[in-house]
C-alpha cells in the first residue's frame, strides 16, 4: 500500500523532505538514552518526513557474524525475510548491500536497483516491493564498520550528491551517538564490576562447586581455600593455609615447567597436573589458574577440576580404540568408516599398504584425495548410495588390476548421523583361479572340436587374455632341442608395425623362447637386465616390454615353449602356473591327437601291408601250385624285386608249358576228330565237359591273358625302379645324384594326377650331377608339379626346364593355369597357410619346399601372373659349401600385372 506521504515529488522537493528528516534525526539524537530509541526514531523520521519506502538499521553480531536488524520502518514487513535470510558477513560480498558497506566499509549507492548488475541479488526483490533506488551507509563503533543504515525508494535516481552528503553526515551523527552509548556503558559496567567484586568473590571463591585455592605466586603459600578444596584434599582449614603449592604437587619443577610449555604452544586456559591428597592417593586435576588483586597485592586464584574419573575413562576408550584398531589391523583385508562426508575416520594397515601410505595419513580425507579420477567417482557414487538406502550390501571392485570383495554396512549413530564402515577382501587369487579352471575347461573342450592349428591360435588367445598379455606365441620343439617351430601367434606391436609370429623369416628373433629351452625353466623378465642376453633381445625384440616363457616338458625333452608378452603389470607366480597347467593340458591334447593320428596312419600302414601279404600269401600259393617254386618264399616279404623278377620267368615258363599243353591237347583234338565217330560214346563226355569251360574260348584267350600278364610285371618293374628312384636309400646323406633321372621318376610317380589334366613339356639342359640329398630334391620337384596340375582347372601344359649357371644349377616349373593373385604372394611360403578350398590343402608343400631349398643352401623364385600362370625356379649349387645350417634361403616374389 502507498504511505500517504510519498509523493512523485521533485527533486527539490524529495530534498526538502530529507532535510526536516534528518533534523528530527539530529533531535533524537541528542534526546534518545539508548541505540534501540535511537534507532526507531531515525527509520520512522527517514520514512515518514523523508518520503522514503523503506528504512532499517542492522547491526553485526560479533559472535556469529550475521547483521541482525534492530529497527525498521516501511509500507511492508516481508522484505524483512530476505533479510535474515541474506545478511551473512561471511558471505559477503555479493548477498547484500548492507554486507557489502560494513565488509568493505563505504556507502552503497543504486540509482536502478532492477537493472543494477551489482544488486543482483536484490533484483527479484526490488522488482516485487517497486523499488528503484537504495542507499546504504554503514555505522562505525571504535572506527570499525559495524551496522548500517538501509533505505528504499520507488524513485529512481532519488539519491543525488546532496543528498548523499546529508545522509553521510546522518550516519556519522549516529555513529557518534553509538560510540557515545558504548562508553556510557562500559562506564557504568566498571562502576557496577567494582561495587560487586568482593559479593562476586566471596560468591564465586565459597560457595563454588569447585575446589578453590588462592595462592601466593612469589612463594606458592596457599593463601585461602574454600570448603570443596578442604573436602577435596582433607587437610583442615588451618593446615591447609599453612601448606605451600609444592607440598601437594607430586611433579616436579621441570616436568611443571614442561607442561606450562605444552599449555601456552597449545593456547590451553588450564594445566594437567597430579596433586597428592592428604590420604597420599594421586589424583589428576585440571588447575585453571587467573590473577586477582586483593589490596594492592595480585594473587593467583585457582579452580581444581578432579578429571581422574575422566582420564580413567579415556584411558579405557583409547584402550578400546587401540584394541578396535589392533583388531582391523589384523585382518586379511582393507577396513575403514567413513563419515556422512564420506571422510575416512578409521582405516587399518592393510589399506595403507595398499594403496603405498601411512594409514594416518588417510584420516580425513575423501576418495578424490586417494584415488584416481575415475575410480574415485565410482567409489563416491556407491558410497553416497549405501549412505541413502542404508543396510548393507556386497560389492565387486577392481582396482590397480585387483579384484576385491568389499561388503559395506550403514551405522546409524545416537546423534543422528550416519557412518558407513566397509571390509574390502582380495579375492584376485580366487577370481584368477576361476578364470584359469575355466580356460583349462575351454581348452580341453575346444581339443574335441578343432583342427590342431585353430585349437593352437584359439588356446594362445585364451592364455594371453588370462595373463593380460598383448602378445604371445606356441613355439614346437624338434626331436634334438636345437630349433624352434612357430605355430602360432598373435601379433605384437613395434615402431616398424604389426607382425606375424609364425613367419619363418622372424626365425632369428625368438630371443626369449630359446633362452627358456636353454634354461629348460620357466623365465619371466619384468625388468630387462644388463646381461648381453638381454641386451641382444632388447635389440631384436624392443616391442617386448616384459615378457614369460614356459617350457612343456615331458620324459625328459621339451616339447613345446608357450610365450606371452607385454603385460601392464609385472608377471607373477600365478601366471607361471597358469602358464604351466595350460601349456600342459594344450600338449597333452596336442600329444593325443598326434598319437590318434600316427596310430590311425599306423593301422592304415598295417592293413595295407597285411593286403600286401595277404596278396603275396595268395601267389607264394599259388606258384607252388604251379611251379613248385616255394625256394623264393622267404624273401617275398622283404625284397619286392625278387618276387617280380621270379613272377617274369615264371611267366616266361607258364607261357612255354602252355604252349605245350596247348599243343597236347590240339592232338587230342586230332585224335578225337579220327576216332569221333567209332568211340562216340567214349568221348560224349569229353564234348559236354570242354563245352561246360568254354573250351574254344578259354584256349583262345589264355595265350593273351600270359601276355598281358607279362606286360603288367613290366609295368610293376618299371614303377617299382621308378619308386626307388624317386625315394632311393640314403635319405639323410648328401650323394652324387642325377636330377634328370629323380625329375623322370617324379613325373612317373605324380603322372596319375597330370595325366586327365596336363601335357608334361620337357626341356632339359646339360645338367653335371648335384650333391644333395636326391629324395628330397625329387619331393621339390613333386610339390611343384602338383601344384601346377591343381592350378589348371581343365586342361593346359606344364613346362618342366633345368639348366646352369655357373656353379649352380636351376629347374623351373611353369603352368598355364590360373596364376597368384598379388596379396597372396607374401604368404604362400607360410606354414599352413593355402588358398584352395578347405579340405583341398594343407597349406604345407610350398613351406616344406622352402625348407629344404633353405638346408641345401639354394633359393626358390617365383613368377605369377594372375589367369594366366606361375612359374617356380629353384636354384641349388652344383656343390654345396660348408655354412651354418640356419642360414636363411632367399624367397623372391614377382607379380605382374
Not at 284 to 292: D, G, K, L, M, Q
Not at 597 to 616: I, P
Not at 763 to 775: E, F, K, Q, R, T
Request: net charge negative; hydrophobic share 40%.
Amino acid at each position: 500500500m502507498k504511505h500517504k506521504n510519498e509523493l512523485p515529488a521533485s527533486g527539490q522537493h524529495r530534498l526538502l523532505s530529507l532535510y526536516s528528516a534528518l533534523i528530527a534525526c539530529d533531535h533524537a539524537v541528542i534526546r534518545s538514552s539508548n541505540p534501540s530509541d535511537l534507532f526507531d526514531e531515525v527509520c520512522r523520521n527517514i520514512v515518514h518526513l523523508g518520503q522514503m519506502s523503506v528504512a532499517w538499521i542492522g547491526m553485526v553480531d560479533a559472535g556469529d557474524q550475521r547483521i541482525w536488524p534492530q529497527a525498521h520502518c516501511g509500507e511492508d514487513d516481508n522484505y524483512l525475510e530476505w533479510i535474515k535470510l541474506s545478511v551473512n558477513v561471511d558471505q559477503m560480498p555479493g548477498q547484500g548491500p548492507a554486507g557489502t558497506a560494513i565488509l568493505e566499509d563505504r556507502p552503497i549507492w543504486s540509482h536502478d536497483l532492477q537493472h543494477d548488475e551489482d544488486m543482483a541479488a536484490m533484483r527479484d526483490l526490488a522488482r516485487a516491493q517497486g523499488w528503484h533506488s537504495t542507499a546504504v551507509i554503514p555505522l562505525t563503533m571504535g572506527g570499525v564498520a559495524s551496522g548500517a543504515l538501509s533505505i528504499y525508494t520507488k524513485t529512481v535516481h532519488a539519491f543525488g550528491e546532496k543528498e548523499q552528503q546529508l545522509l553521510a553526515q546522518l550516519a556519522s551523527n549516529i555513529s557518534y551517538a553509538l560510540n557515545y552509548f558504548e562508553l556510557d556503558a562500559q562506564r557504568k559496567q566498571a562502576e557496577f564490576a567494582l561495587l560487586e567484586s568482593e559479593v562476586r568473590y566471596s560468591a564465586l571463591f565459597s560457595s563454588n562447586c569447585m575446589p578453590m585455592l588462592v595462592i601466593d605466586p612469589a612463594d606458592g603459600r596457599v593463601v585461602d581455600a574454600n570448603i570443596r578444596a578442604i573436602d577435596f584434599y582433607g587437610w583442615d582449614h588451618a593446615t591447609f593455609t599453612s601448606m605451600h603449592e609444592m607440598d601437594f604437587n607430586v611433579m616436579s619443577p621441570a616436568e611443571i615447567r614442561l607442561e606450562v610449555a605444552q599449555a601456552v604452544a597449545a593456547k590451553r586456559s588450564y594445566f594437567d597436573l597430579q596433586h597428592r591428597l592428604s590420604s597420599g592417593e594421586i589424583r589428576n586435576v585440571e588447575v585453571f589458574s587467573s590473577p586477582i588483586s586483593f589490596g594492592g597485592q595480585t594473587y593467583l586464584i585457582t579452580a581444581i577440576h578432579d578429571i581422574t574419573e575422566r582420564r580413567r575413562l579415556e584411558l579405557k576408550v583409547r584402550n578400546a580404540q587401540s584394541l578396535t584398531q589392533r583388531f582391523i589391523d589384523h585382518l586379511p583385508g582393507t577396513a575403514f568408516v567413513k563419515d556422512s562426508q564420506l571422510r575416512l575416520l578409521m582405516v587399518n594397515e592393510h589399506l595403507g599398504r595398499v594403496l603405498g601410505r601411512p594409514p594416518q595419513s588417510l584420516i580425513g580425507k575423501t576418495a578424490q584425495d586417494i584415488f584416481p579420477p575415475d575410480f574415485a567417482q565410482v567409489v563416491s557414487d556407491l558410497d553416497r548410495k549405501m549412505l541413502e538406502q542404508g543396510g548393507s550390501s556386497t560389492f565387486e571392485e577392481t582396482f590397480n588390476g585387483r579384484h576385491n570383495e568389499t561388503s559395506m554396512f550403514v551405522i546409524d549413530e545416537a546423534n543422528g548421523q550416519r557412518l558407513l564402515g566397509g571390509v574390502s577382501f582380495d579375492v584376485t587369487d580366487r577370481y584368477r583361479a576361476s578364470e584359469r579352471a575355466n580356460a583349462q575347461l575351454r581348452i580341453n573342450e575346444l581339443g574335441s572340436q578343432l583342427s590342431e592349428k585353430q585349437l593352437l591360435e584359439d588356446c594362445l588367445t585364451l592364455v594371453v587374455d588370462l595373463t593380460r598379455s598383448t602378445t604371445g606365441c606356441i613355439l614346437y620343439v624338434s626331436e634334438d632341442e636345437s630349433s624352434l617351430e612357430p605355430m602360432a601367434g598373435i601379433a605384437g606391436v613395434q615402431q616398424g608395425g604389426a607382425h606375424a609370429v609364425n613367419s619363418p623369416r622372424l626365425a632369428p628373433h625368438f630371443l626369449p623362447w630359446s633362452l627358456c629351452l636353454d634354461a629348460r625353466a620357466p623365465l619371466v623378465r619384468n625388468v630387462p637386465g644388463t646381461d648381453s642376453e638381454s641386451v641382444t633381445m632388447q635389440a631384436t625384440r624392443g616391442d617386448l616390454t616384459r615378457w614369460i616363457a614356459v617350457p612343456i616338458i615331458e620324459s625328459g625333452r621339451v616339447r613345446l615353449i608357450l610365450g606371452v608378452a607385454n603385460k601392464c603389470l609385472d608377471y607373477d607366480d600365478f601366471d607361471v602356473d597358469a602358464l604351466l597347467l595350460c601349456g600342459n593340458d594344450l600338449w597333452r591334447i596336442v600329444r593325443r591327437a598326434h598319437a590318434e593320428t600316427a596310430l590311425k596312419q599306423r593301422v592304415d600302414e598295417l592293413v595295407v601291408v597285411n593286403q600286401k601279404l595277404s596278396q603275396t600269401q595268395l601267389q607264394l600259393l599259388q606258384s607252388e601250385k604251379m611251379a613248385s617254386i616255394g625256394q623264393l618264399a622267404s624273401g617275398v616279404a622283404h625284397e619286392i624285386n625278387n618276387p617280380i623278377g621270379f613272377v617274369k620267368s615264371n611267366l616266361g615258363s607258364l607261357a612255354s608249358y602252355v604252349n605245350g599243353l596247348v599243343e597236347i591237347v590240339r592232338t587230342y583234338e586230332e585224335v578225337e576228330r579220327r576216332l569221333g565217330e567209332p568211340m562216340a560214346k567214349e568221348f560224349h563226355t569229353i564234348r559236354e565237359r570242354k563245352a561246360a569251360l568254354d573250351y574254344d574260348y578259354l584256349i583262345g584267350d589264355l595265350s593273351q591273358l600270359i601276355e598281358e600278364s607279362r606286360e603288367g610285371v613290366q609295368r610293376i618293374s618299371k614303377i617299382v625302379l621308378d619308386l626307388k628312384n624317386f625315394s632311393r636309400s640314403g635319405d639323410g646323406e648328401k650323394q652324387w645324384a642325377d636330377i634328370h633321372e629323380g625329375i623322370e621318376s617324379t613325373i612317373n610317380v605324380v603322372w596319375n594326377q597330370l595325366k586327365y589334366k596336363a601335357e608334361v613339356v620337357r626341356a632339359y639342359g646339360n645338367l653335371p650331377p648335384v650333391y644333395c640329398i636326391a629324395s628330397q630334391i625329387n619331393q621339390v620337384v613333386m610339390n611343384l608339379l602338383i601344384n601346377a596340375g591343381q592350378a589348371i582347372a581343365e586342361h593346359g601344359h606344364i613346362h618342366v626346364r633345368t639348366g646352369t649357371e655357373g656353379e649352380h644349377i636351376w629347374i623351373e616349373v611353369q603352368d598355364d593355369g590360373c596364376g597368384i593373385e598379388p596379396m597372396q604372394m607374401d604368404r604362400i611360403f607360410e606354414p599352413f597357410y593355402t588358398s584352395k578350398p578347405v579340405g583341398q590343402g594343407t597349406g604345407l608343400g610350398l613351406s616344406i619346399t622352402f625348407g629344404i631349398v633353405q638346408r641345401h643352401q639354394g633359393h626358390i623364385t617365383v613368377q605369377s601372373t594372375p589367369k594366366q600362370g606361375t612359374t617356380f625356379r629353384v636354384v641349388l649349387p652344383i656343390e654345396a659349401k660348408s655354412q651354418p645350417p640356419d642360414a636363411p634361403a632367399q624367397a623372391i616374389r614377382e607379380t605382374q600385372a
